[in-house]
């Protein structure tokens, strides 16, 4: 039979919907849901269920911008973590990689994104404000930039140094295990990990251009 030669109106639907997601192709969306035709109407349920719930009741964290079941994530919420220690990245999937590696032990802050004129991402549409409101009202130490090292994160790397250098703080990046062009999320625990335990003075990486 042919993939589009669906037998029913209801499996052509619900293979459309699956198909929607990331790096899900028609062949891999029906296989999906002919399997799940084979569970039990209430676990078919659950699972609906679950994403209806995650849509409605997700927050963002009120302190970081990472996704939070209440006001003030886990991680913000921990008062062992070292609250002088701010560590930026990209999004929620970065925070993740980071506390995989147990290397970090400070907290977090999510832009929710790089800036990225070619995408009509400017520095307004992140949460970079917010990030400077942090180190003016907290007892900040330390900025971390830790975004993937492309191109685009490299702007949104400099344009952050130049808004931020003027406090007393100090500002560094992940040291090159990371190469030129890698994203975080795919990075390998243990060369991330020593990324940021190896992090170095922002300054080094321009040299004398700053």
């Known amino acids: 039979m042919n993939i589009n030669e669906y037998p029913s109106k209801l499996l052509e639907n619900a293979v459309s919907e699956f198909a929607k997601l990331p790096g899900v192709g028609k062949k891999t969306a029906l296989r999906l849901v002919l ?3 084979k569970w039990a109407t209430e676990d078919v349920e659950r699972f609906g269920h679950s994403f209806i719930t995650l849509k409605n009741e997700i927050k963002r964290c009120k302190v970081c911008h990472n996704i939070s079941d209440s006001e003030t994530c886990e991680i913000c919420s921990n008062t062992s973590r070292d609250r002088a ?5 990209e999004n929620i999937r970065d925070v993740m990689s980071i506390e995989s590696t147990h290397q970090f032990n400070g907290l977090y802050h999510v832009l929710g994104g790089l800036i990225s004129p070619m995408d009509g991402i400017g ?13 003016s009202n907290e007892e900040v130490k330390e900025v971390i930039l830790a975004l993937s090292t ?5 702007t949104t790397n ?3 140094f130049r808004k931020i250098k003027g406090f007393n703080i100090q500002i560094s990046t992940i040291a ?7 994203e975080l999320e795919y990075t390998d625990e243990i060369t991330l990990g020593r990324s940021i335990k190896n992090r170095m003075p922002f ?3 321009f040299g004398d251009t700053l």
């Open 203 to 205: 300054e080094k990486t």
């Open 158 to 160: 400099f344009y952050i």
């Open 85 to 89: 220690v701010v560590c930026v990245v």
């Open 123 to 135: 520095p307004g549409d992140l949460t970079i404000n917010n990030l400077i409101e942090r180190i």
């Open 176 to 182: 090159r295990g990371v190469g030129f062009g890698d």
């Open 35 to 37: 399997h799940m035709l």
């Open 150 to 154: 492309n191109m685009e994160g490299e």
